[in-house]
């Protein structure tokens, strides 16, 4: 048998085999060498201009001097300044290699063939991947109207709704990604109360450090009454640290514990650990960046109203717009001008771009080309 006779989608798993991979989008690499000097604007994966505290540089030229040992498999230092911070125990902390791999993990522990996932329509896709690659049946449950204060938000009745006997895990964002909308405090403590006991409920809180509006509250403050909740941050947006992969979730021990069994021992590397640690103390400056991003959001969500464009509400550092049945060919034309954005058109969304909001030089040369195009 020649070796191109092998079928190797037949000999995938049955939840794996109709599986499409994540789309990272553009080719980034191929086009920051097109764009050389002159510079590509990447606005495409919700990254942070800023950069990290500068207090991670130090700490990670010094663990450059331990490359030749293993990290520490039990995050220690980490999952105490974590504990610390949020207020529970430290066997309350799940580390990750991002908080990508947590949710992946989760639902390969947790579902599984014959077994349902709910989420919402428009949700983060990573949450379909997850269901699907475990063999489970994945449920996504009707957005809110377009026309709704919160458009295309999350529905927590109609997530609600959506749960049925077969259900063991839900998947929420808050905020979401795609849509930078969010739901309040009473929402959730509601759909909590309705959630029954042995379904497991993971509120992605990816951007909840650049949430500041009032009626927005994590989950956090609710574990103590919902054992069944999985929080689950990151180290890649508002700290600025997507290139060194740290993630986390705050459960019940219990879950935790279960968790265990399927992370890999060094799943962290030892930079971003210390990276992360160093970040995570620099309150002063995770507030600051995260000032600027939200005064940098909201104008340029102004700017792009001004130009006729519909944005949706958030409370993310990105933005999601409306720009109509022209949106595939302004996203292919801003390209050219070294401006990248997300398309839409996997979410259902092909009428939108996804914006990540830029610091203010970026903001400006976004919107000089966009003036361009349109
Ligand atoms: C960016 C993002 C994540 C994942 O980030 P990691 O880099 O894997 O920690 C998770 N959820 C949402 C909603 C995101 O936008």
Redesign the pocket.
Known sequence: MSLDAIDFERLASDGIRGLRAYDPGHDLVALRHRFGAQGLLELGS?ENPYGPSPRVRDVVLAALDSLHIYPDPLGGELKRALATKHGVAMDCILL?N????L?MQFAQVFSGPGSDVVAAQYG?S?YALAAQAAGARFVAAPALPRDHAMPRGHDLDAIAAAIAPSTRLVYL?NP??PTGTWFDRDALAGFLQRTPADVLVVI?E??AELADAPDYASALSMLDRHPNLII?R????AYAL?GL???YAVAHPGLVAVMERVRESFNVNSVGLAAAAAALADEAYLQATSAYNARERDALADALRQRGIFVYPSQTNFLLAEFGPRSIELERELVVRGVVLRPMAGYGLAECLRISVGDAAGNKRLLQALDEVL
């Open positions: 919700n990750g991002g908080s990508h791999e949710l983060f990573v964002a979401n990604n992605d990816a951007y689950t990151t180290f890649s947006k997507a992969r740290i993630g």
